[in-house]
């Protein structure tokens, strides 16, 4: 395993600190939540003892208590004013579903459909009504001189077209039976309507009403739709439990009798019931409910920040909704400050992160999903306390809050009502006066900070190891001569180690020039001993001497002759790496100097045939020296000619692309050429193809040929393995098809 690797793991290794605390810190939680359940389990069961006893919410819970939910309407409440144009627009962010009413078919999608809502102390209605035949009102002409049953009857008067009725009870809370309003809402075109009486009143002294007359707190906007008609209305807001009934009168053409309707009750019943001439209760009237203002402000004393607090009746129907989850506790001063305390910014990251782990278990609805959102309590719920025991629970609201939720009956035998009580959990209160969001959060933060600051030194480490390796291997050339490496200044082990390679590479790369002089050197201490030697042979009198001494004598002349050969190789091998360096570079055209070096190896090589592969070398260029390039190809034609054994040797010119190697100098061509001599003979085998440019090395044998017994020391093709490198280039040997291959690649450049 690499270092980076090893550290790394390491720094993740640090991680089991924070998932170790993480477990104590989730059991702890775990205590702290149950103990929050029962306090607030407590706190429910008292409060639903004392609403059961406030006279307020006691009579709001029996206003639902004995009646039927299929006829009865609820108004909820809107946040926002209602304005009376006919349109829905204002209704939009209400979620109250419409109450249905069929038409004579029995089809509900075809027949009236309302809303109703209240803002304030007003009750408003969005009624839309399906109508293929849309007839308006139209005020019949009075003639002046009409005879006595000539005018149109006083029905007729009022309405002939299309209409709406509406019979209200204006109850009061301490009246059980008010009085009615019968509205009539029709209209000769769309726009503003006026509200009249439907039927005359019942008789009483000062208090008589007739048909026609305006209800002036009543309003009315009627719109035509494609299919039918819309019609908005306000009024005052009855009191819970009002009887409310509703109907759409539908005429087909002008003078059609009215007698077809839609809605609750009939046209025929409200009159009746508006001139009492018959009981309310026995018709099928339905009572309106909304929430009541004063049974919410007697819950508003118990209600904390951080929570929220809703009464339902006995049919699930909501009647109060006092709601503080997002309430602050503090006073303005104390919000302004935690507001500019960077304390305060920091304790609100902690508990973000704690409460990311802690809410796990209660995903959020997906923002594509629509929120479902009621009005009322579930039958499933109010199953879940007929026992008569508070339950709590924790889960996700149709608002998207994550609470802590306590449902709680109240009152028993009969039952009159639900409490529900809900804290939010992710509230700054719920965390405020514990530490284990703050012990959590920094023991996670040192953790991943000590994380962090292994990883950071790992990577610090693995760069200045790599360095230190970079700089080592270029710290040698490709032709084996010694750079040396700079030390460096640290003063750690690695600073050490980098400073003992400088160190031992500096006595390399001396002992290297040492080597390299050692050849110049000796070959000048010896050429005086050598010297003396030649002259003290040659100055002997060989006809003094019997035929051994002469024997004798010829081979200390061979063998000065053979270390004289070897000084000048030595010689010529010091000088020509001095005039590599210093050599003159030009641009050679190959095919012209290819075709002089075949005519100059013809002259030199008279009993060998020499030809060209192509016979026509195409025009490339390198940049090379001439002299050293000649040199080069001597010692390869020298070698093919003392490995022959056959009279012919090919000089070859091949020209092959890069395989995906880079262009190494400006003004180069996307390509190599190869210039390589063959030779027929016996193939070499890879061990001596991977020796053959070394120096010293040497493959010949004393086999008696014309060339085996010259003097060979291995440097010749060490001298071309030089000269290529010198180029840019390297030395290739391989066998192909019986022959032998050797030579040298180099970079190609754009011809001029």
Not at 232 to 249: D, F
Not at 661 to 669: I, K, L
Request: charged share 20%; proline share 5%; with cysteine.
């Amino acid at each position: 395993m690499k270092l980076r690797s090893q550290m790394l793991l390491a720094g993740v290794l640090t991680l089991a600190v924070p998932l170790v605390g993480w477990q104590s810190v989730k059991q702890l939680y775990s205590a702290l939540q149950q103990t929050r359940i029962d306090e607030q389990t407590l706190r429910v069961a008292n409060m639903r003892l004392a609403f059961a006893d406030i006279s307020d919410i006691r009579s709001a819970l029996d206003s639902g208590w004995a009646t039927s939910v299929d006829n009865d309407w609820y108004a909820e409440s809107s946040a926002y004013p209602i304005y009376i144009d006919g349109y829905d627009d204002d209704w939009q962010t209400l979620v109250n579903t419409p109450y249905q009413f069929p038409d004579e078919n029995g089809d509900s999608d075809s027949g009236t459909s309302v809303r109703v809502a209240r803002y304030e102390d007003s009750m408003y209605l969005f009624v839309t009504v399906i109508d293929e035949e849309l007839v308006h009102h139209r005020p019949p002409v009075l003639l002046i001189d009409a005879g006595e049953g000539e005018q149109p009857d006083r029905k007729t008067r009022l309405v002939n077209g299309d209409s709406i009725e509406l019979l209200v009870e204006s109850r009061t809370d301490s009246k059980v039976d008010g009085d009615w309003q019968h509205g009539l809402f029709r209209t000769i075109a769309p726009g503003p309507v006026e509200a009249v009486t439907a039927s005359d009143s019942a008789y009483q002294p000062g208090r008589y009403t007739p048909s026609g007359t305006t209800i002036l707190n009543w309003q009315g906007a009627w719109v035509d739709t494609n299919d039918g008609f819309q019609l908005e209305l306000m009024l005052p807001l009855p009191a819970s439990g009002s009887r409310v009934g509703i109907a759409v009168v539908d005429v087909d053409f002008p003078g059609e009798a009215r007698v077809r309707w839609t809605g609750s009750v009939s046209p025929s019943d409200m009159a009746r019931v508006h001139r009492k001439r018959v009981d309310p209760s026995e018709l099928a009237f339905g009572l309106l409910f909304h929430d009541s203002v004063v049974a919410r402000n007697r819950m508003k004393a118990w209600t904390m920040p951080g929570g929220r607090a809703r009464l339902f009746d006995v049919h699930g129907r909501l009647l109060a909704d006092v709601n503080n989850l997002y309430a602050q506790e503090l006073s303005e001063d104390e919000a302004l400050a935690a507001a500019h305390s960077s304390e305060g910014l920091w304790d609100a990251i902690l508990l973000r992160v704690f409460a990311f782990f802690v809410a796990g278990d209660l995903p959020l609805l997906s923002e594509t999903r629509s929120t479902p959102v009621s009005l009322t309590l579930s039958e499933a719920r109010r199953a879940l306390v007929l026992a008569g025991a508070p339950v709590t629970s924790r889960y996700v609201t149709d608002e998207n809050d994550r609470v802590l939720g306590t449902l709680a009956p109240i009152g028993s035998e009969p039952q009159r009502g639900y409490l529900l009580f809900e804290s939010n959990e992710e509230h700054s209160s719920a965390y405020a006066g514990s530490e284990l969001a703050r012990l959590f959060s920094l023991l996670l933060l040192v953790s991943l900070m000590a994380g962090c600051g292994l990883l950071i030194f790992a990577l610090v480490l693995f760069s200045r190891i790599r360095s230190l390796s970079l700089e080592a291997q270029h710290a040698v050339s490709a032709d084996g001569r010694v750079r040396g490496l700079p030390g460096s200044d640290a003063q750690d082990e690695i600073g050490d180690l980098s400073r003992k390679l400088s160190t031992l590479l500096a006595r390399s790369a001396a002992y290297t020039h040492y080597l390299e002089a050692l050849s110049s050197r000796l070959s000048h201490e010896l050429r005086t001993p050598l010297s003396v030697v030649r002259t003290s042979i040659e100055n002997l009198d060989r006809d003094k001497l019997d035929e051994q001494s002469l024997m004798l004598i010829d081979r200390a002349s061979g063998g000065a002759e053979h270390l004289g050969s070897i000084i000048k190789a030595l010689v010529e091998s010091t000088r020509l790496e001095q005039t590599v360096q210093l050599a003159d570079m030009q641009r050679i055209n190959l095919a012209q100097w290819m075709s002089g070096s075949l005519t100059r190896y013809q002259q030199v090589y008279p009993d060998k045939q020499f030809q060209l592969n192509p016979s026509i070398v195409p025009e490339v260029f390198v940049t090379a020296s001439p002299e050293l390039l000649s040199q080069a190809f001597d010692k390869l034609v020298d070698n093919a000619v003392g490995f022959s054994e056959s009279g012919v040797i090919t000089l070859n010119l091949r020209v092959k692309p890069f395989a995906g190697e880079p262009v190494r100098a400006r003004g180069a061509a996307p390509g190599y050429v190869q210039l390589l001599v063959a030779n027929q003979g016996a193939p070499v085998t890879d061990t001596v193809l991977a020796q053959l440019f070394e120096p010293m090395f040497s493959a010949r044998e004393n086999s008696g040929t014309s060339h085996s017994d010259r003097l060979h020391l291995g440097l010749g093709l060490y001298i071309v393995k030089m000269i290529a490198e010198a180029h840019d280039g390297n030395v290739q040997a391989y066998n192909e098809n019986g022959r032998v291959l050797i030579g040298m690649r180099l970079p190609l450049v754009v011809p001029q």
